[in-house]
């Protein structure tokens, strides 16, 4: 499978010269123009890296890479700058960018530099498990038990977070209500024959803050699905 690459930047001459450059070297290569956009294309497409300019109108670079690690997204990302300013470096990084590169560049070193961090990312997957669950803007840390949706804090209980770590280790799938039963209040429960309609209900209301949409849905006779409207 090919690798992503999401480059944002607001010059359109920076953007189709690395989207022509990266193309070449066999790379699916998506853009944005403006930090909302990229955003948006990070939930959507899930990219292998970010090639991230800083100095952009609206959202600047800082604040994309901070949401980006707030939403819980471990994504490389390459940050572009046309200052030298070793504070500029020093921001990014902190704020969670895994390399810096500064304009005008050598094509060349940033290939280099996004098959670094190709690879990087390739052999965390193959050292450890992953310890965070991601469905579309659904973030989950296991470490931390932190969940996010489009990058703000969802307060879970103990029992909520199980019921939404099931159906993020099963999206798509429909998991009837015995299922569901058995996995988080095990066979031997003997409480109220509704506490999984009253958890279904609660996490919804936590999980639909903000506007957003319904992602766990009722499927009549047969249980409950994590998915998308439409």
Known sequence: MREKILVIDDDEKITSMLRRSLAFEGYTVFTANHGMDGLKQILENEPDTVILDVMMPQLDGWEVVRRI???GSDVPVLMLTAKDEVSDRVKGLDLGADDYLVKPFALEELLARVRVLLRRKAADKTEQPSNKLQYQDIF???DTREVYRGGQLIELTTK?????HLFLQNPRRVLSRDVIM?????????????????????LRQKTEEHGHKRMIQTVRGA???LRGEG
């Open 140 to 142: 989950m840390d296991l």
């Open 223 to 225: 249980g409950y699905v």
């Open 182 to 202: 058995e996995k988080i209040w095990g066979y031997d429960y003997s409480g109220e024959s509704n506490v999984l309609e009253v958890y279904i209900a609660l």
């Open 160 to 164: 909520e977070f199980e019921l939404l």
């Open 69 to 71: 690690r707030e939403g």
